[in-house]
């Protein structure tokens, strides 16, 4: 087993959202797939980052309240950060982690919803973040399709154990993902042998896309919805029904939701109308017509609530659906 990389090095900052923000709702979603590479704790959430060439830790911290927000953020790095390397490092977290967007007109627009107005005093300010990046989305999606929770978890860690970085920072071990390019070079067969089936060839196919630059994703993020899906497309493993996915959990685009796959279909169809089964194109259509521009924003809301009451209180019609 790999020594850990001591990440001895942090510089702290102060954060301050555009308000409402609810740092809890936004920094962690109990329903995501869990990796080695974070941890939240009451108000605190650690992260791994690989970022300009280099494995950091992040540490963020709620000192703040919904209306008046401040995150406290602090760095880890194997070397001194320099002020430039600083700002582009929280410039990319503001991105990602959306610090800076404003969703005042989401909040008060539909603060006497029928759905949404308990879930809003709950979660005021809850808005979708993605900490990782685009080829590290695009790996989680691949070891997650027709897989129960617990195939993904193994599939997860062997592909850690094997080619992730262990990092320590803040008294913690965690894995960085690896680079793109690492992938490239392993052949199809030995990620076969990690146990990963047929998506041995959409990793590796992926991995090459990627190590060869073929896909920049700043640039994408400047693109209209329509150009991003064209571009998207492109990638080897994703098709029309997969590609929304990405708009809206890597690109924070609040009105893509064109598909409902089978399992959120379910659990839709529980939130939306108390049924077990309701057609996807009427969950769709409900969800444009209620909330235009921010359906997918309002259903994030709703499902991401879901999720944590039933974290703390366990919900057993939809442990019947997320059961490993």
């Not at 209306?67 to 001194?80: A, G, Q, R």
């Not at 404003?102 to 107005?117: A, V, Y």
């Not at 400047?222 to 991003?228: G, T």
Request: charged content about 30%; some cysteine.
């Amino acid at each position: 087993m790999s020594l850990a990389i001591g990440l001895a090095n942090k510089k702290s900052i102060m954060i301050t959202p555009t308000p409402p923000f609810n740092f809890e709702g936004t920094i962690y979603n109990p329903g995501h797939f869990p990796t080695p590479t974070e941890k939240y704790e009451d108000g605190i959430f650690w992260q791994t980052m690989r970022f300009l060439n280099e494995e950091f830790g992040l540490k963020f911290e709620n000192e703040g309240a919904t209306n008046n927000p401040e995150v406290k953020l602090t760095i880890y790095s194997k070397n001194k950060l320099t002020k430039e390397k600083l700002k582009i490092i929280t410039g990319e977290l503001n991105y990602r982690f959306e610090f800076n967007r404003d969703i005042s007109e989401f909040c008060e627009k539909f603060k006497n919803d029928k759905l949404l107005e308990l879930v809003l005093r709950r979660w005021k300010g809850m808005r979708i973040k993605c900490g990782y990046s685009l080829y590290e989305s695009l790996i989680i999606y691949i070891i997650l399709q027709n897989a129960t929770v617990r195939r993904t978890v193994q599939m997860s860690n062997n592909l850690f154990e094997n080619f992730g970085t262990k990092v320590k920072f803040d008294n913690k071990e965690f894995h960085v993902f690896w680079k793109s390019d690492q992938l490239n070079k392993v052949s199809e067969d030995k990620l076969r042998e990690l146990k990963l089936g047929y998506r041995a060839k959409s990793i590796k196919k992926v991995s090459e896309s990627f190590s060869k630059n073929e896909f920049n994703e700043i640039e994408l993020r400047k693109l209209s919805n329509e150009e991003l899906k064209k571009e998207l497309i492109q990638i080897y493993g994703i098709g029309p029904a997969s590609v929304w996915y990405l708009l809206f959990e890597v690109f924070h685009r609040y009105d893509a939701l064109d598909y409902i796959s089978p399992w959120e279909q379910k659990i839709y169809s529980k939130i939306l109308f108390d049924k077990e089964l309701a057609e996807s194109k009427k969950i769709l259509d409900f969800l444009n017509q209620k909330y235009g521009k921010y359906k997918m924003l309002a259903a994030h809301c709703l499902f991401t609530d879901l999720f944590w009451r039933h974290k703390k209180k366990k919900i057993n019609w939809l442990e019947k659906e997320i059961r490993l």
